[in-house]
């Protein structure tokens, strides 16, 4: 069985950590993430994804994140049973957070803090942003002489 999440998305309020019984930081927060489709007036849907972080990963992601940065999440999804307020029991899904990767734009003094995030999350994507944002790629792709064979489609 596969139970594997990727999400790219913002945090739709402020973050506030919480401490189990046991000590170990909780933080639940949301992503809202636009949808691939749109609504009857052409407007893109969103998406109100729950999360949540444990441990070492919640506290860093409440130290460097708020309302409206944008993070990818890679975890599982949890389903938890319970009972509403007037009797009738109800289930809950929550993306559980295993890494995360900050994806907003930052200042190259803070870009050093952000590779030693994604290392300390177990970020094994093997992305690193680009360190020259004014670089510019002058390769010339219109002179490849490519035969249909060449194509793997």
């Known amino acids: ?5 990727v999400l790219v998305g913002r945090i739709t309020r402020e973050l506030e950590i919480r401490r189990s019984t046991s000590g170990v930081a909780v933080l639940p927060f949301t992503l809202a993430i ?6 009857a007036q052409g407007n893109r849907m969103t998406n109100f994804i729950p999360c949540r972080a444990l441990g ?5 992601i409440e130290r460097y994140c ?3 940065s944008l993070i990818a999440v890679e975890g599982y999804i949890e389903s938890s049973r319970y009972e509403r307020r007037d009797g009738t029991s109800a289930t809950s899904l929550d993306v559980f957070v295993q890494a ?3 994806c ?10 952000e590779d030693s995030i994604s290392q300390l999350n177990g970020n094994t ?4 942003p680009d360190t020259n944002e004014n670089e510019t790629d002058n390769t010339d ?4 002489d490519l035969a249909d064979d060449d194509l793997p489609f």
């Open 1 to 5: 069985m596969i139970n594997r999440v």
């Open 34 to 39: 636009d949808s691939v489709r749109k609504d």
């Open 56 to 60: 070492n990963i919640a506290e860093t």
């Open 66 to 68: 708020t309302k409206g």
């Open 100 to 102: 995360m990767t900050l």
């Open 104 to 113: 907003d734009n930052r200042k190259n003094t803070q870009r050093n803090s």
């Open 125 to 128: 994507s093997g992305y690193e």
């Open 141 to 144: 792709y219109s002179q490849m």
